[in-house]
Structures are given as structure tokens and as C-alpha cells.
């Protein structure tokens, strides 16, 4: 079955940096684009960044651009979320997810969901 597992996360001072990581099985990896989501405690789940099928494109949410990066190793089923510059209202629990819209920036276009890993950045 698909599994998705992330990793990385912890607690770090604001301007830090953390690297997430996401190892998926189950189901063809590089035939799907693939996005990182976060959920902050009594918030709705939002879109962080995705990333096309390929990797070339990649689209972001803009309270992270320019200071996110996501990328993919097709080769290791593994997408990545390069966090730097991190701020406290970076703190939630972060998820990765398979996008089969390819594109797509709702929870609804996304069908399968990792556990998450959780972030506390602070002040």
C-alpha cells in the first residue's frame, strides 16, 4: 500500500534551518507531483510548496517563497523541504502528500498523506 514517511523535523531557533525529508512507497513515485503541507495548532491545514512530477517546476506558497525550497530524488522516492530563515509562525506540523492534479495547492487535489513531523521554531 502507499506510504508516505516524514522526517526532520524538530525545534530550532528563529533564522535556523531545517531540511524535511519524505519516503514514499507503494505506488509509482516519478508519475506524480507531490506537495508539502503544515497545520498549526487550531488552524486549517495549508499548502507550503509543491513539486511537479519531474521536479522542474515547483510552485509555493507566498508566506515561504524565497525562503523554502522543495526538490525531489526520483531515484530514492524521497521529496525534501529546505527550510531557512525560519520564524515561530513557521511552527506546525508538516505533511507531505501526493498530488495527482499535478499542480494543485488544496488538500482536496492531494490523495495520500504521511503522519507528519513536527516543527517548533523559537523566539
Known amino acids: 500500500q502507499v506510504q508516505l514517511v516524514e522526517s526532520g523535523g524538530g525545534l530550532v531557533q528563529a533564522g535556523g534551518s531545517l531540511r524535511l525529508s519524505c519516503a514514499a512507497s507503494g505506488h509509482t513515485f516519478s508519475n506524480y507531483a507531490m506537495g508539502w503541507f503544515r497545520q498549526a495548532p487550531g488552524k486549517e491545514r495549508e499548502f507550503v510548496a509543491g513539486?511537479?512530477?519531474?521536479?522542474?517546476?515547483?510552485y509555493y506558497a507566498d508566506s515561504v517563497k524565497g525562503r523554502f525550497t522543495i526538490s525531489r530524488d526520483n531515484a530514492k522516492n524521497t521529496v525534501y523541504l529546505q527550510m531557512n530563515s525560519l520564524q515561530p509562525e513557521d511552527t506546525a506540523v508538516y505533511y507531505c502528500?501526493?498530488?495527482?492534479?499535478?499542480?494543485?495547492?488544496?488538500?482536496?487535489?492531494?490523495?495520500?498523506w504521511g503522519q507528519g513531523t513536527q516543527v517548533t521554531v523559537s523566539s
Open positions: 502528500a501526493i498530488d495527482p492534479s499535478n499542480g494543485g495547492r488544496r488538500t482536496g487535489n492531494y490523495n495520500y
Open positions: 513539486i511537479s512530477w519531474s521536479g522542474i517546476r515547483t
